[in-house]
């Protein structure tokens, strides 16, 4: 290969890399300036006022209704309680306690995500004792999406232990008339056994910085290429006195 074809193809592939490099770059800053509106999005839901079960049962559609403040009067139903296996708070594995709660004078249920709970990991199989008042009662919290999945590796799960809840699924095996959406209880609790049930729930994390994070890697990368070009095939090529051979 001559030294001109040479210096031709390493031309042409620095700039397609610095290119490449540089287009990713842009895309991840275009992702994060997305995630950024989504977050103020967010935080817009957040100030607007509570809602209550009028907005829940009327024609409002539920992506306008997630991460609203909410306050909801209704009868607990603990025998449909589930606890989901293998959640953390804190660092610490245990519970997610779901219980759904029937809307006053209404036969719409909606699931409450009522907080967190250590397990007995001596006795895998024994359930915390969670308060759940009888009558009529008061609920605040913020609107979400269903409870979050975890991988499972069985497709369907009966009893009060599970690994995930599918709203659909858990609507067919119950009966009950379920809202799309869930409940993020909000507030201090405390379970009948003294145990708290944690709700420090976690903001919405949009993943911002992963995406500034990645455009730095790409625009250094991007850097990089032409930095190594410049040096290697213009400044020694053309700059630079050859080494003299002894």
């Known amino acids: 290969m001559s030294p001109k074809t040479r210096f031709g193809l390493l031309t042409v592939a620095a700039l397609l890399g610095v290119a490449l490099t540089f287009s990713l ?73 779901v219980t759904p709660l029937q809307l006053a004078d209404s036969q719409s249920v909606i699931l409450v995500q009522r907080g967190w709970v250590a397990r007995n990991f001596l006795d895998r199989t024994q359930l915390p004792k969670v308060e759940s008042p009888a009558g009529l009662v ?25 690994q995930n809840l599918d709203l659909a699924a858990f609507a067919a095996e119950t009966g009950l ?32 910085e992963k995406h500034y994070g990645y455009a730095f890697q790409w625009f250094g990368l991007s850097a990089l290429i032409a930095i190594l070009y410049v040096w290697f095939q213009i400044v020694r090529r053309f700059f630079l006195p050859p080494k003299r051979q002894s």
């Open 138 to 162: 008061e609920v605040q919290g913020r609107m979400a999406p269903p409870p979050s999945k975890l991988y499972a590796f069985q497709a369907a799960e009966q009893g009060p232990i599970r």
């Open 25 to 97: 770059g842009r895309w991840q800053l275009s992702r994060a300036a997305q995630k950024e509106a989504l977050h103020a999005a967010i935080e817009s839901q957040h100030l607007r006022p509570p809602i209550g079960p009028a907005d829940l049962l009327g024609t409002t559609p539920p992506d306008d209704l997630v991460h609203r403040q909410v306050r909801l009067q209704g009868r607990w139903l603990p025998q449909r309680t589930v606890f989901l296996d293998n959640r953390q708070m804190h660092g610490q594995t245990g519970f997610f306690v």
């Open 177 to 208: 008339a379920l809202l799309p959406l869930s409940v993020l209880q909000t507030g201090p609790a405390v379970s009948a056994s003294g145990n708290p049930l944690q709700r420090d729930w976690p903001p919405a994390n949009t993943g911002v």
